[in-house]
């Protein structure tokens, strides 16, 4: 008995040599782009280095800035920096992965407002980021300014922070969202609440993927130059925020902790302080006229790119370990 095939199907087997041509070109070309993009990062990078290498050393890293390119350090931007980088997750981690929760677990999409709030977030993600200086500037310097006292440490993480909330919020969405829904019903099976359900079996499995999340929001940030001029973050400081404990050297030259009672009176008091970062501090050498300042702010790329590093390396091990959990 002869079966004849249908006519689609048999178009769709004649065009299979034509198929398999067009996939192996868009592989190509989407090779050939990553080469691009990568060649041309390599040229940055090996001019930055060339260019950084002989003014980046500890002397670079724990001296102040200075009006001379010989003597100029990074010390105050560099802790600028780590201290924003610890606020942004205390103020975008828990708000993004609630905001999150509701949307995903909560919200019924049905409501206009729902899908309002849906569309509202996805375009805050293309905002500029100059948009949340200005949000910041009038929002956190002026209106809260009995609180952030002006432009201070607290001020800059709360918009860096607004800045990336919208990344958080859709990463962890897109984390939670690829739960197997069998995972939901089965703490529904055994007798388990909604919340619980979420709390003890969803968070825990995209935790992973809100880490993910986290990692890019907060490579965005730390970056970010034209929120923090708008805001009005300081160029040159010769000072430290507070250091929330108490330290001295002993005999044997190690860091002891002498008082922990008054680090809480200090952490405030450093959120309150005029502050830096390394973003405005390499923008600062590299606007002026003398090019030993510009290999100046090649070193202080470096010192940037560590800490990107650093604190990229961190959430991998994290991520690492809760995926080994799961």
Known sequence: MTVTLPQSEGNFRSNYEGRKLQTNIFMVVAFLATIFGLFFLGILLYDVFSQGLSYFNWKFLTTFPSRNPEEAGVLSALVGSIWLMFLIPIFAFPLGIGAAVY???????????????????SNLAG???????LLGLELYVRVLEPITKGRTLLAGALTLSTLVLPVVIISTREAIRAVPKEIREGAYGVGATRWQSIWFHVLPIAFPGILTGTILALSRAIGETAPLITLGALTFIAFLPPWPVTTAVNEVG???IENVSAGLGSF???????????PIQIFNWA????????????AGIIALLGLLVAMNSVAVLLRARFQLKK
């Open 287 to 298: 606007g002026r006229p003398q090019v030993e300042f510009h290999k100046v702010s090649a």
């Open 127 to 133: 905002v500029p980021s100059i948009i949340y200086g």
């Open 268 to 278: 405030f008091e450093a959120l309150q302080t005029p502050f830096t970062a390394l």
């Open 103 to 121: 949307m995903e677990e909560y919200a019924d999409r049905d409501l206009w407002y729902n899908r309002a709030l849906e569309i509202n977030i």
């Open 254 to 256: 190690l860091v002891e």
